[in-house]
């Protein structure tokens, strides 16, 4: 039973993986489009 665990364990963290991957580089872009927009409109 340990080794069916450690199995989905596995599949779930490398698909986790494959998700929050893109959606963290969109969150930092976004992040980034925003400063920049922020110190453009300053200026």
Known sequence: MAGCWQ??????H???????????TLLVL???????FSFLNRK
């Open 7 to 12: 199995i989905i364990a596995h599949v779930w």
């Open 14 to 24: 490398r698909e986790s993986g494959r998700v929050y991957l893109p959606l963290g």
């Open 30 to 36: 976004s992040v980034l489009l925003s400063l920049l």
